[in-house]
Nanobody
Framework: QLQLVESGGGLVQPGGSLRLSCAVS????????IGWFRQAPGKEREGVSC????????NYLDSVKGRFTISRDNAKNTVYLQMNSLKPEDTAVYYC????????????????WGQGTQVTVSS
């Protein structure tokens, strides 16, 4: 049973930074790609970033390129999303999710999901 738990959300001012963590309760994390998704009230869930099992391939939503960085530490069973230069439009519940191997941004292709962590960017 693969379980994911997000942490690191909170309230920050525009231009600030947060680092989200996704802890995975499995020792075979190297078999899974991990994606970060977000959902704001009244909007569809959208893919933010993903990283494949090897870590050599990543993908980003256009609006976060250059500001967000995804990384993984398989030895710690953890995937991170470093979020810099945050904007009010980044406000959402952020979820991490897992699928086998490949980095794909489509929400429907992920089999395992965390509970979400709230990120609020406001002055």
């Amino acid at each position: 049973q693969l379980q994911l738990v997000e942490s690191g959300g909170g309230l920050v001012q525009p231009g600030g930074s947060l680092r989200l963590s996704c802890a995975v309760s499995l020792l075979t994390l190297d078999r899974y790609a991990i994606g970060w998704f977000r959902q704001a009230p009244g909007k569809e869930r959208e893919g933010v970033s993903c990283i494949r099992n090897s870590g050599i391939s990543t993908n980003y939503l256009d609006s976060v390129k250059g500001r967000f960085t995804i990384s993984r530490d398989n030895a710690k069973n953890t995937v991170y999303l470093q979020m810099n230069s945050l904007k009010p439009e980044d406000t959402a519940v952020y979820y991490c999710a897992a699928r086998k191997y490949g980095c794909i941004m489509s929400t429907s292709t992920y089999d395992y999901w965390g509970q979400g962590t709230q990120v609020t960017v406001s002055s």
